[in-house]
């Protein structure tokens, strides 16, 4: 079992920055594949950002790709999401996830056992 906790939410003017980041404790983080998604009122948990256990292959959704950046550090337990150009429609509830396996199944939130508690970011016009 793996505990979760998000940090890094804030309110933030469009075309600024935000790092989220994500602290794993329980077993091993290496034995995990880790996820970002978010949830905007009235709308259904997005996909974002999806990274292997070793953090050599990542996956990005559409919407984010080229903006956002996953990375994380395995010495450290954490696994960050660097969000750059910054848009009112990014303004939501991030989460982190954690499984035990990379592979076509990232993007499904269903597929994820282990979730963070989130952090509202809201990005201001």
């Known amino acids: 079992q793996v505990q979760l906790v998000e940090s890094g939410g804030g309110l933030v003017q469009a075309g600024g920055s935000l790092r989220l980041s994500c602290a794993a404790s329980?077993?091993?983080?290496?034995?995990?594949?880790m996820g970002w998604f978010r949830q905007a009122p009235g709308k259904e948990r997005e996909f974002l950002a999806a990274?292997?256990?070793?953090?050599?292959?990542?996956d990005y959704a559409d919407s984010v790709k080229g903006r956002f950046t996953i990375s994380r550090d395995n010495a450290k337990n954490t696994v960050d999401l660097q969000m750059n150009s910054l848009k009112p429609e990014d303004t939501a509830v991030y989460y982190c996830?954690?499984?035990?396996?990379?592979?076509?199944?990232?993007?499904?939130?269903?597929?994820?056992?282990?979730w963070g508690q989130g952090t509202q970011v809201t990005v201001s016009s």
């Open positions: 996830a954690a499984r035990p396996f990379y592979d076509s199944s990232n993007r499904l939130s269903r597929a994820y056992g282990y």
């Open positions: 329980g077993r091993s983080f290496s034995m995990y594949a």
């Open positions: 990274i292997s256990l070793t953090g050599s292959s990542t």
